[in-house]
């Protein structure tokens, strides 16, 4: 049983670009959530998406967005990339909405230069 | 509004000695409180999970937390630590009720464990 995965492992970005981050949650999950996890930090909640929806939404500017497809695997987008955008940014899957228990993939590290 | 404390960035200590880990949050409402390991280069793992019931938790790998709710803290120990416990921890904190069981966590807490 495959756990949550992410894709790329790791990615360079120069300032002012875009870029994607995937997520495919384990295998029965249906809701997704995303984290920024910078340098020494905890993961700070970015929002989470449930039947293709935004549900909830942390303290994050527009930039920051995201989409989850049928298969409820998950995109982050980040535009117009600021050198503080860099960080490991973490995708978590849980069994619905209203499950406290969330599995973590690996994460993606994200360069902003 | 949730809060999690983890009073120390670093815990250095050799191996086979006890150690704790120190954690405080603060809620309004009732919670749910949980420690997450992460490896070098790896996402977070959860460790143990405070839900309801006995306020001491334990992990299959010798780590247990004791639930205070009168101190607000919830401290994670090991009376006997190795080398591969060598890690981050990360402390977090949910609501109980109302739909939102989105973490909060802390700063985290670097074991180093010195053979």
């Known amino acids: 049983d495959a756990g949550v995965t992410q894709s790329p492992t790791h990615l360079i970005k120069t300032r002012g670009q875009q870029v994607t981050l995937r997520c495919s949650p384990k295998?029965?999950?249906?809701?997704v959530s995303w984290y920024q996890q910078a340098l020494g930090q905890g993961p700070q909640f970015i929002f989470q998406y449930y039947e293709e929806e935004e549900r909830q939404r942390g303290n994050f500017p527009d930039r920051f967005s995201g989409h989850q497809f049928p298969n409820y695997s998950s995109e982050l987008n980040v535009n117009a990339l600021l050198l503080g955008d860099s960080a490991l940014y973490l995708c978590a899957s849980s069994q619905d909405r209203a499950s406290y228990e969330q599995y973590f993939g690996p994460g993606t590290r994200l360069t902003v230069t | 509004a949730q809060s999690v404390t983890q009073l120390d960035s670093q815990v250095p200590v050799f191996e086979e000695a006890p150690v704790e880990l120190r954690c405080n949050y603060s809620s309004s409402v009732s919670v749910y409180l949980f420690w997450y390991v992460q490896y070098p280069n790896q996402g977070l793992q959860l460790l143990l999970k405070y839900l309801s019931g006995s306020t001491l938790v334990e992990s299959i790998n010798g780590f247990e937390a004791e639930f205070n709710k009168s101190q607000t803290s919830f401290h994670l120990r090991k009376p006997s630590v190795h080398i591969s416990d060598t890690a981050e921890y990360f402390c977090?904190?949910?609501?109980?009720?109302?739909?939102?069981?989105?973490?909060?966590f802390g700063r985290g807490t670097s074991l180093i464990v010195h053979p």
């Open positions: 295998s029965g999950h249906d809701t």
């Open positions: 977090a904190v949910s609501g109980s009720a109302g739909g939102s069981y989105i973490p909060t």
